[in-house]
């Protein structure tokens, strides 16, 4: 059994706080060889704590009187958290991990770790449910809690595998309603890239080279011809881009799987990429401020009369009648579902499961199809039925006559 006990800073929180703001650590292995931590706090206050800890559970060690560490505080485990294993994800993950863990805490006020059970987690649902939503008079919709639940689940489990919670809590996600699903059909898509785009204003600027009519109608054909998310585009680097062999690079730091992947593209995205071809580092420039490209993509679809009809409950805002880029996402997922294989489909939507892809698929012609194959029973096909209902009355010119057998 190893005996030693040390102290320590985590690299990650040295390069963001610095070697005065970041938490010094006690570490140890317990009698059963599992490893422990214990955060002492930052600066020379938190490492002459650390180092009395260190002193004091050597001894414990030493002397074999060393109980395993079950009281680690919400707060000591999260910074453990934060410093382990939120380096290792990407930025957007991080920030919502973060935000989720803080609406825990908001309305939970965890203490120890150990105590946290399931009556905790469902305090939290119940909490965050009545909470305001996004849009004004809507409320929290169940897809925001259960992201925020996913992101809690991750953590707990971390802190049962560090055996600072004996066992985890049960995680009810809340139901969430099963919506039609909403693309950018292809005579809407016609609309916008015909008759939108030649009302863009934006993108403008002497460097740009060319109109942003040519700009969006690039953007809007690959992103309906290749069902990425609007972030891999505006990242893509003309350097990624072989317009000889028709094929663009995704990397793994500007997409969800974390892959570099080469991605063959159809000859129309390559003619809509040409057309915009330029020595500029990205192929679409815009900047940091997505906010604008959003109301953008919005004031062209109202230029062209779209609008949709929105059935949630809430004060309908402008936003709330219009596609968003995600749906074009969904039209590539829904015009392709019969065209190719759901393994293909996965591949290039770059999904982990294909339930995640069905999620994204409007079936209503694959259903449609489907009821016209129907079998019809031969009772059913009988032509003369709709022609004069049985219970139907006749005319007095088809009644026959009582008399004309006498």
């Known amino acids: 059994m190893n005996k030693t006990v040390w102290i320590f800073q985590y690299p990650a ?6 070697p005065s703001g970041a938490s010094w650590y006690v570490g140890w292995y317990d009698f059963n060889g599992r490893r422990h931590s214990e ?11 650390a180092e009395k800890r260190q002193r004091r559970l050597q001894a414990e060690l ?26 290792n994800l990407a930025r957007q ?5 973060r935000a989720a863990l803080n609406h825990f805490e908001r309305l939970v006020r965890p203490g120890r770790v150990e105590l946290i059970a399931t009556q905790a987690v469902d305090q939290f649902v119940a909490a965050r449910r009545k909470e305001r939503g996004k ?77 942003p009519e040519l700009w969006w109608k690039a953007l809007l054909a690959l992103a309906y011809m290749t069902g990425w998310r609007i972030r891999e585009l505006l990242a893509l680097r003309w350097e990624d881009v072989d317009l000889k062999a028709g094929t663009i690079i995704t990397r793994h730091g500007d997409n969800k799987g974390k892959r570099d992947e080469r991605v063959p593209v159809h000859t129309v995205v390559v003619e809509h990429l040409l057309q915009i071809r330029s020595n500029r580092l990205l192929v679409f420039p815009w900047g940091h401020d997505e906010q ?4 953008e993509f919005r004031r062209i679809q109202t230029a062209v009369r779209i609008k949709l009809v929105c059935r949630e409950n809430h004060d309908h805002t402008p936003a ?6 995600h749906d074009l996402r969904r039209a590539f997922a829904t015009v392709n579902a019969q065209r190719m294989k759901p393994e293909v489909l996965q591949k290039m939507m770059r999904h982990k499961s294909y339930k995640t892809t069905l999620g994204y698929i409007d079936h209503a012609e694959q259903i449609d199809a489907a009821v016209a194959e129907l079998r019809v029973p031969d009772v059913l096909r009988a032509t003369d ?22």
């Open 93 to 97: 993950s991080r920030e919502q991990i």
């Open 135 to 211: 849009n004004p008079g809507s409320l929290l919709s169940p897809a925001t809690v259960n992201k925020d639940l996913r992101h809690i689940k991750a953590a707990l489990k971390v802190a049962c595998d560090w055996e600072y919670l004996a066992k985890m809590p049960k995680i009810r996600m809340v139901r969430e309603p099963e919506k039609l699903v909403r693309y950018v059909t292809p005579e809407d898509f016609a609309k916008i890239y015909n008759e939108g785009c030649s009302s863009a204003c934006l993108p403008h600027g002497p460097n740009l080279g060319h109109a």
């Open 62 to 87: 030493d002397l074999g009187v060393h109980q395993s560490n079950t009281k680690k505080t919400w707060k000591d485990f999260r910074e453990e958290y934060e410093a382990q294993i939120l380096p």
């Open 39 to 49: 955060s002492c706090g930052a600066g020379s206050r938190g490492k002459n704590k």
């Open 320 to 325: 709330c009648h219009v596609y968003g880029f």
């Open 292 to 295: 604008r490209l959003w109301i």
């Open 385 to 406: 039925r709709s022609a004069t209902p049985a219970s139907a009355p006749e005319s007095e010119d088809e009644r026959p006559d009582a008399n004309a057998s006498a």
């Open 13 to 18: 929180e040295v390069r963001k706080k610095g």
